[in-house]
């Protein structure tokens, strides 16, 4: 008797604390929970304006909407906690090459702690934080007035960290690129914290052929953050169990601008496509997380994504098949002004380059890599771009392609 009496207390308080975890609108914890881009200025095609609503031109955009706030706790021991992801991370930083942080991180210890790890590119990726302001600048040698670090202040930061530029302060990942960038180059996958973008780099400096320096950070706890757990709904939706996000399993099918972007999306709101009103157009953060990294055109012949999605194809700018660029909600602000924003590479990220020791005309080459996170005009003629833009000549598109999530 007493045990039954147990079990039905026991049942009695399951429902009574799950009814409360739904009535208080609590989401269930997830392995790899995507961190908000803390983005909260809304934006036209070129500067913040007040807060667009429900049918009104930019409605949609990244700071619209705010999941998963990101929270960090300095444990005053060199380490910082994020409380969303589950992280720990290296409060401080140390400059070496790729090959030397691999050695360390076997043999790195903090705070009583020996299973640090140098981060993956998601993980890294989840202290991007895009209320920052792009450190470029047209001499490359003076921080802007107003330039603002992409990531937060409990964690140590300085421009120039590992280099002669007020951007050179990559973060280094363990993610290594599958394919070659540059021409010939073995690549691995950073996030800059001065710029706020993901690119992959040179593990050897193109020019003197020793290791390329970077700006190290470790990283222990939470094993399954960045690894995703895909479930096709058989309904033209994918499901993400370790993120909570529930994904379109197509995409547009067409290129469009940004403004355009957001009003297709709530276009397809307002026809309830797939049983839906509350599709959004991912942020950078949101849409980065289901990059497959272990995924390239040119080893996989396949775009970096599961294939379990469904990627139109595209012709390149060399006219050969290829897959989009896809545009986020998160606009991309430089200290003039907000006129870009966010895409992810799920194709060559190409650009017009030419290699160190190479003579001649600039060449067409994937620079940055399939998973890269860059960004576009909001707005204009990509026409008007032939050489792309930047020190490696990015191309730019501006037209660029969507695919849509919503949270389960």
Sequence with gaps: MNALRLAISFCFLFLFLSGEAVGQGKSPIHPYEVVDTRQSTFFDNTRGIPKPLPGQPFFGQDAQFSRNVPKYRDNSDGTV????????????????????AIRKAKKFSLAGKHDWRLPSIKELYSLALFNGVDASSLDMVSVPSGAKPFIDSAFYFKYFSNGKRPIDTQLLSSTVYQGKTMGRQKTVFGFNAADGHIKGYPILDPRSRSGKEFTVRFVRGNSKYGKNDFHDNHDGTISDQATGLMWEKTDSGKGMNWQKAL????????????????????????????????????????????????????????GGENYPFYWTSTTH?????????????????YG???????????????????????????????????????????????????RIVRDF
């Design 263 to 318: 009003a297709w999306v709530a276009q397809k709101n307002s026809e309830s496509y797939l049983g839906y009103k509350d599709w959004r157009l991912p942020n950078a953060k949101e849409l980065q997380s289901i990059v497959d990294y272990n995924r390239s055109p040119q080893t996989t012949a396949s775009p970096a994504l599961s294939p379990m999605f469904e990627v139109s194809a595209i012709k390149d700018e060399a």
């Design 81 to 100: 906690t994020d409380k969303v992801s589950g992280l720990i991370w290296q409060k401080s930083y140390s400059v070496m090459t790729y090959t030397e």
């Design 352 to 402: 017009y380059f030419r290699p160190p020791g190479f003579s001649g005309k600039f060449r067409l080459l994937d620079v940055h890599g399939a998973g890269a996170q860059r960004t576009d005009p909001k707005a204009g003629d990509p026409s008007g771009f032939p050489q792309g833009r930047g020190p490696q000549g990015d191309v730019v598109r501006i037209l660029n392609y969507v």
């Design 333 to 349: 602000k430089r200290v003039r002004g907000g006129f870009e924003a966010v895409y992810i590479c799920f194709g060559d990220a």
